[in-house]
């Protein structure tokens, strides 16, 4: 029996890679920068899995195109770029990797938060441009972490997470989310507002919501006014949940005082884009999940959803397992995988 065909976007960790390897014929895109739409269409015209990125819009189009195509298995947590309903109409089964990067992300985020209001991005060039000649009581002075109020606009994992991080710093947290969680409420010391007065009682700003039509732009030019003129705005989300002309107004107004920014659109921001030279916005290229480990284990996991998916099986992390069985994922298949065993 031969092994299935796949298709890889990126090159990725070992630890998914080598699983990938091990159990089918694949072809991995060695280029930095994501296959050029052309190029995906083509590579996967005769594969029956697919490992995808953020970068990757896997639609209609891609998978009309990719008759043999069962399992999309998209390394990240996000899956924006996967047209869920038209994957299953289809019976292609989709996964992502949920959970393994909540801890790291909320590391990054809090970090953002702290290079932000202590300048430290603007010191390091204050010393690199040559600038540094003797201390200074008036030197860029920033704000307080410590006993500030932190609101978070959705409390997932991620947002739960970074509210944890905020009671080392003896924070007052108030959060905002379309379901509210008073499980959490307690046990984290959490208050629950209105959006309007969260936005308006805070001095850090932090957006933990997925990406919806109705988190599209939910930080405009109206949110931004809501805001403190001292508040500073991070984002470890999606990039369009935060309008980014908005933003740019907001800072150039002063009605906010700044931001950090790990998500952007559009992205990657150009590298002339009025965000990326003001001195109170930092800009980083969506690195949040970026440790070792962290990026270790969302490879595997996008590995084991890939070979669960080929061997017809309910995906680890699915995100349409009701397919299983149905359309191309109940279609005959000439091999048989044996599911690896987690370590």
């Known amino acids: 029996m031969g092994k299935p065909r796949v298709y890889v976007t990126r090159i990725i960790p070992d630890a998914g890679l080598d699983l990938i390897r091990e159990y089918c014929d694949a072809i991995i895109w060695q280029d930095e920068l994501p296959p050029p739409r052309e190029v995906l269409l083509r590579e996967t015209r005769d594969a029956d899995g697919l490992v995808s990125l953020l970068t990757d819009r896997i639609d209609g189009e891609l998978l009309d195109a990719c008759p043999r195509l069962r399992v999309v298995s998209n390394m990240a947590v996000g899956f924006d770029n ?7 109409e289809r019976g292609v089964l989709a996964g992502n990797t949920p959970g393994v990067l909540t801890e790291t992300t ?9 290079a932000a209001a202590r300048r430290i991005v603007e010191g390091v060039d204050y010393v690199r441009a040559g600038k540094w000649r003797t201390w200074g009581p008036m030197l860029l002075m920033g704000a307080d972490v410590h006993h500030a109020t932190l609101g978070l606009v959705g409390l997932g994992r991620i947002g739960a997470e970074m ?6 710093f003896d924070m007052r947290v108030l959060y905002y989310d379309v379901m509210r969680r008073e499980d959490l409420e307690s046990s984290l010391h959490l208050e629950y507002a209105p959006l309007d007065m969260v936005l308006a009682n805070a001095d850090f700003v932090s957006v933990h919501t997925p990406l919806t039509p109705e988190t599209h732009h939910l930080m405009n030019g109206e949110r931004f006014e809501q805001m403190k003129p001292s508040a500073i705005l991070i984002n470890t989300s999606r990039g369009p949940v935060v309008d980014t002309e908005a933003l740019v107004v907001a800072l150039q107004k002063g009605e906010i005082a700044g931001a950090a920014l790990d998500v952007t659109e559009p992205e990657p921001l150009p590298a002339d884009h009025p965000l990326v030279a003001m001195p109170n916005c930092i800009v980083v290229p969506h690195i949040a999940s970026a440790s070792s480990i962290t990026r270790g284990k969302m490879a595997e996991i996008a590995a ?5 998916g080929l061997n017809g099986e309910a995906l ?10 149905k359309g191309r994922n109940a279609m005959p298949r000439d091999w048989q995988l044996f599911t690896p065993e987690a370590e």
């Open 82 to 88: 996967i047209n869920i309903p038209e994957a299953s």
């Open 106 to 114: 909320a590391d990054f985020a809090f970090a953002l938060l702290m």
């Open 163 to 168: 509210a944890k991080r905020a009671r080392g």
């Open 304 to 308: 084991r959803n890939l070979i669960a």
């Open 316 to 325: 680890p992390c699915g995100l349409n397992n009701d397919v299983v069985g």
